[in-house]
Nanobody
Framework: QVQLVEAGGGLVQAGGSLRLSCRASGRTFTSYAMGWFRQAPGKEREFVAGVNKNGGSIEYADSVKGRFTNSRDNAKNTVSLQMNSLKPEDTAVYYC????????????????????WGQGTQVTVSS
């Protein structure tokens, strides 16, 4: 089992930057694929970015490609999401998530594939 704690949300003007971090507890962090999702009011939770368990494969939603950078540090049990050129439509609660991937090197895109979730952190981008 793994517990996830996020940090780094806040209020920023359009065009600004924020960095989210997610720290995982447990000794088997390297067995988990990690993902970032977001959920805006009245909308479904959507995939933002994901990284496989060894960090060699990273994928992004089309809406954030070129603006967001996802990374993981297995030595520190953390994943980070650097968000640049933020837009008002990026406003949402952002969640990190973990999926056991003992036998796979895949990135996972669907929220229902992830068993463990952080508490979420609010990101608000003003126009």
């Amino acid at each position: 089992q793994v517990q996830l704690v996020e940090a780094g949300g806040g209020l920023v003007q359009a065009g600004g930057s924020l960095r989210l971090s997610c720290r995982a507890s447990g000794r088997t962090f390297t067995s988990y694929a990690m993902g970032w999702f977001r959920q805006a009011p009245g909308k479904e939770r959507e995939f933002v970015a994901g990284v496989n368990k060894n960090g060699g494969s990273i994928e992004y939603a089309d809406s954030v490609k070129g603006r967001f950078t996802n990374s993981r540090d297995n030595a520190k049990n953390t994943v980070s999401l650097q968000m640049n050129s933020l837009k008002p439509e990026d406003t949402a609660v952002y969640y990190c998530a973990a999926k056991g991937a003992y036998y796979s090197d895949s990135v996972y895109y669907r929220a229902n594939e992830y068993a463990y979730w952080g508490q979420g952190t609010q990101v608000t981008v003003s126009s």
